[in-house]
């Protein structure tokens, strides 16, 4: 079936540092959402995409449905943003079914 | 601005008893509902989903059934609990956008302990 491979699974920044979360799709997809864990473990939605890019403070999300892939990007990380973030995306043969990636733990740390 | 409410917040259960989640969407018309569930350690896996009152589609069988009795109201259910019904049952809801699913919004989920 159609997959999300969403990497890495963990990652670990410093105040002040960024990086980027990414999913690749192993089919061609329609739209791509990015979300975040809260401390009840249900899930924030950050970014809803159907295409291009997004940004919203320290956080910036791109599709691109012809290329497969999604990322997050999130720059001046701070404490507050650790937790665990998940991609979903819908389209090829899951019809309007969201498939989720794994998840990426970040950790930020002083 | 809209509001999506859970209920219970967690259940402890016995194999074969019956089971009842709810959820209530306040300040939207109409929208997309959705059940999702999430074994420990597992995905997030979509279960039904319902864009009208009285209709329900059903994407992974799960011994489970859901209904919308209300515009406002999606209920998931069984008569009977298995030990891998266990999990964390979440809500959501979308607008709907032509064929996309729209932007999720998820409830705070119920927490299922099935002994």
């Known amino acids: 079936g159609d997959q999300v491979e969403q990497s890495p699974s963990a990652l670990s920044l410093h105040e002040g540092t960024g990086s980027a979360l990414r999913c690749n799709f192993t089919?061609?997809?329609?739209?791509v959402q990015w979300f975040r864990k809260n401390s009840r473990g249900s899930l924030i939605n950050l970014f809803y995409?159907?295409?291009g890019t997004k940004e919203n403070g320290r956080l910036k999300s791109a599709f691109d449905s012809k290329e497969r892939y999604s990322t997050l990007h999130i720059r001046d990380a701070q404490l507050e943003d650790s937790g665990t973030y998940f991609c979903a995306a819908e389209g090829g043969s899951s019809g309007n079914k969201l498939i989720f990636g794994i998840g990426t733990l970040l950790s930020v740390k002083p | 601005a809209q509001t999506i409410h859970q209920w219970p917040v967690a259940e402890i259960k016995a194999v074969g008893s019956p089971l009842s989640l709810g959820c209530t969407i306040k300040g939207k018309s109409s929208p997309n509902l959705y059940w999702y569930w999430q074994a420990t350690g597992g995905t997030l896996q979509q279960l039904f989903y319902s864009i009208t009152v009285g209709q329900v589609e059903s994407v992974v069988q799960l011994n489970l059934s859901a209904s919308r009795p209300k515009d406002d109201q999606f209920i998931l259910s069984t008569e009977k609990l298995l030990l891998s019904h266990s999990g964390f049952y979440l809500c959501?809801?979308?607008?709907?956008?032509?064929?996309?699913?729209?932007?999720?919004?998820f409830g705070e989920g119920s927490k299922l302990t099935v002994l």
């Open positions: 995409l159907a295409s």
């Open positions: 089919t061609t997809m329609r739209a």
């Open positions: 959501a809801w979308s607008r709907g956008l032509g064929a996309n699913t729209g932007q999720l919004y």
